[in-house]
């Protein structure tokens, strides 16, 4: 019996609209991808420029060669490639925030032994992990117009349209990730969404060309994957802290948050987690951290003038340290707290005990906005929200010290937090440099570090000349026990501010390049 030759059935064609959407998806998940990896990161290594600068240009290098190869491509596609382009970058996709957990622990390391090496390394390698889905996303465009082009003269209309289409849909994985995606879902899971949208896509597209075979074997890989990954998703974002039990742990729109409770006190970690950015204990005592010493910031005064202080502002309110002190040292005050984060606010008033402060006003807003928005005067304004490598720079510049001033009673002061190592105060001495534009008398109290390489200092600004000795003058007055313990505490440790050196303006405040010279310098005479 003679066979006979069954020939294979030819693929079916993707028809424009399918084409069009494929062009769209590609932009929709280039610029997802972009602004959810900024989130994956920002709890590492905060908004700094260099992170940014990094992403951005990562991504542009990838869309760029991926456009190339596929132009390449699209001389002998016939549709083929469409399908597992979508299914392999989706893939790449959702592995991003696993594959780069490991990666972002060593900066974590890196950046508490003040190590610059491995945060850079740990960047450039998650910035690898991006090549394959981006570069594939990129060929999706050329491949799209190769597949809509029937004749030469069409190219260029047609062109149009795919690359309209898909920085059309760009705009919508701008703002849906921001607005919609990670608040809702978290990082995780939204490079899963991501991931999990491109795989789909091929598989759909497998069906049109009638490969159902292959369609069912990734919509497999796909279901696979979630299976394995549920674990990882619903485990706690960076793990269970070395010291104390882990009360609260949270991503928000801002930051990633832990409460830990160690041997009867709570700690706020922000972000990396290596820092305590408020301390809670109970009773009536102090912090035992740099926050008791803004109990000394309204004596820096002239001595006819000096009083306890009647008003506060909290730039940075965290978990609320500051006023806590001022409330149990100072009695009931009028009191506003100005914290970004709305979710840090909440845990604040949960764990931290602000409730019991029926004076403080706490608001969700940025420090700078809140100063230009309102008028209301303060006798100390106290501003907590620096800590490398998170700097907010415009923070720290000239043109805000003017508008803290602006806020100040006649007698009034600002202390600010700034972060130093035992022997390098550049951003201490930067930040004193500004100030001394601005206000008469600059001074500096310098927390005792003990056996730590890292702490901090109190950089005070008054409204009025002042000297040391009216200090002195003025703590030895008071009959406060706070006062009496923190200048017995801080005895030796109060000094003028050096000459400025270093100033930072709006135009110009390079905070980055600080912070990588506190953390070079450590590494290098700390190996």
Do not use: C
Not at 5 to 32: N, T, Y
Not at 254 to 271: D, S, T
Not at 290 to 302: N, R, T, V
Not at 355 to 361: C, F, V, Y
């Amino acid at each position: 019996m003679k066979l006979k030759h069954v020939a294979e059935q030819e693929p079916r064609s993707l028809p424009p609209p399918v084409l069009f959407l494929s062009a769209a998806l590609g932009g929709f998940l280039s610029l997802a991808v972009e602004l959810s990896l900024s989130r994956l990161l920002r709890p590492w290594f905060g908004d700094m420029l260099f992170v940014w600068a990094g992403i951005i240009g990562f991504v542009l290098l990838y869309l760029a060669l991926g456009n190339l190869i596929g132009g390449r491509w699209s001389a002998v596609d016939d549709g083929r490639r469409l399908p597992p382009v979508f299914v392999v970058a989706g893939l790449g996709i959702l592995l991003i925030p696993f594959m780069s957990r490991p990666l972002l622990l060593l900066a974590q390391q890196g950046m508490s032994q003040y190590n610059v090496a491995l945060p850079v390394v740990a960047l450039a390698v998650i910035f690898v992990l991006l090549a394959v889905p981006l570069t594939l996303l990129g060929t999706i465009s050329p491949l799209v117009v190769r597949l809509l082009t029937d004749r030469t003269e069409e190219s260029g209309r047609v062109a149009g349209w795919v690359f309209g289409v898909g920085t059309g849909a760009s705009l919508v994985g701008a703002f849906l990730p921001v607005f919609v995606l990670l608040p809702t879902l978290g990082t995780r899971l939204t490079f899963a969404f991501l991931g999990a949208m491109a795989i789909a896509w091929g598989s759909i597209l497998w069906l049109i060309r009638g490969r159902a075979g292959s369609a069912g074997l990734a919509l497999l890989l796909l279901v696979l994957l979630g299976l394995a990954s549920r674990s990882t998703i619903a485990a706690p974002v960076k793990g269970v802290t070395a010291r104390g039990r882990i009360l609260y742990e949270a991503e928000s729109t801002y930051a990633f948050i832990q409460v830990v409770e160690w041997q009867g006190e709570r700690w706020l970690k922000i972000n990396e987690g290596e820092g305590i950015h408020s301390v809670w204990r109970p009773g009536p005592g102090l912090s035992e951290g740099i926050w008791d010493y803004f109990l000394l910031a309204p004596y820096f005064a002239p001595p006819s003038q000096a009083a306890p202080p009647r008003s506060l502002l909290v730039i940075g309110l965290a978990g609320g340290t500051v006023p806590t002190l001022y409330a149990r040292a100072f009695g009931p005050l009028p009191m506003v707290g100005v914290e970004l984060d709305p979710t840090i606010i909440d845990v604040a008033y949960r764990y931290f005990g602000l409730s019991d402060i029926p004076t403080l006003k706490a608001v969700a807003s940025d420090g700078r906005l809140y100063l230009r928005l309102n008028n209301d005067r303060f006798d100390v304004i106290a501003v907590d929200a620096y800590r490398p490598p998170y700097i907010p720079f415009h923070l720290t510049t000239v043109e805000f010290f003017q508008e803290v001033q602006r806020h100040l009673t006649p007698n009034g002061v600002v202390a600010v937090n700034a972060a130093r190592t035992r022997e390098d105060y550049a951003l201490v001495y930067a930040l004193s440099s500004t100030m001394q534009h601005v206000f008469p008398s600059v001074f500096i109290i310098d927390e005792p570090l003990g056996g730590a390489a890292w702490g901090n200092s109190l950089i005070v600004g008054t409204n009025r000349p002042v000297n040391v000795e009216a200090f002195w003058a003025n703590v030895q007055r008071t009959e406060n026990p706070y006062i009496q313990e923190m200048g017995r505490r801080a005895r030796g440790r109060v000094r003028v501010a050096p000459p400025p050196t270093t100033v930072l303006r709006d135009d110009r405040a390079p905070v980055e390049q600080i912070v990588h010279g506190i953390m070079l310098r450590y590494f290098t005479e700390h190996p």
